[in-house]
């Protein structure tokens, strides 16, 4: 009697076809999201680092004051610090206690010019200990301006770049 053709393919094939286009270009997205890096977690410490020129006798020195945030480890290997593009000595800072700084502390950056010879990081102590065995020079001259800047060393991020006139 009657002839009824069914069509059994109907929507099937063209849902699957989005389907499979759908999650090719989600694929995609994530190995290229993760190929630039866009999926590494590397951010630097954010941390108020105030800087400020100091007087110790005649010489001019930098005071460093934490005012909050993250603590810094200042080991060569963890942060680099840079006063008008020289790196900064750490090696006066021997115990772990003396390379975290931390919100309320202050340390020095002085120019050593004795054992280091260049710029370097202490404490009130050290810094007391070079003047007294006369081995401090100016950091930079009266009426000019030093940079300081920490640099993260893992993630390669600017931590803090503050200019300080003397």
Do not use: C
Request: aromatic letters at 6%.
């Amino acid at each position: 009697m009657f002839n009824i053709n069914v069509n059994e393919d109907a929507v099937s094939p063209v849902v699957a076809e989005i389907m499979m286009v759908a999650v090719g270009i989600i694929v995609a997205t994530i190995i290229i999201a993760f190929s630039l890096g866009l999926g590494t977690g590397d951010v630097a410490p954010q941390a108020g680092v105030r800087a400020s020129s100091y007087s110790m006798g005649d010489h001019s020195v930098i005071m460093l004051e934490h005012q909050g945030g993250d603590e810094l480890y200042l080991a060569s290997s963890n942060t680099k610090m840079v006063v008008d593009g020289e790196v900064v000595d750490v090696t006066l800072l021997t115990t772990d206690d003396d390379l975290e700084f931390k919100a309320g502390e202050s340390l020095y950056i002085f120019n050593e010019v004795d054992e280091i010879g260049g710029f370097a990081i202490g404490t009130a102590t050290h810094l007391t200990n070079e003047n007294a065995e006369g081995d401090l020079a100016d950091i930079v001259a009266f009426g000019e301006t030093g940079t300081v800047k920490f640099v993260d060393v893992s993630s390669q991020q600017m931590i803090t770049d503050i200019d300080v006139r003397f």
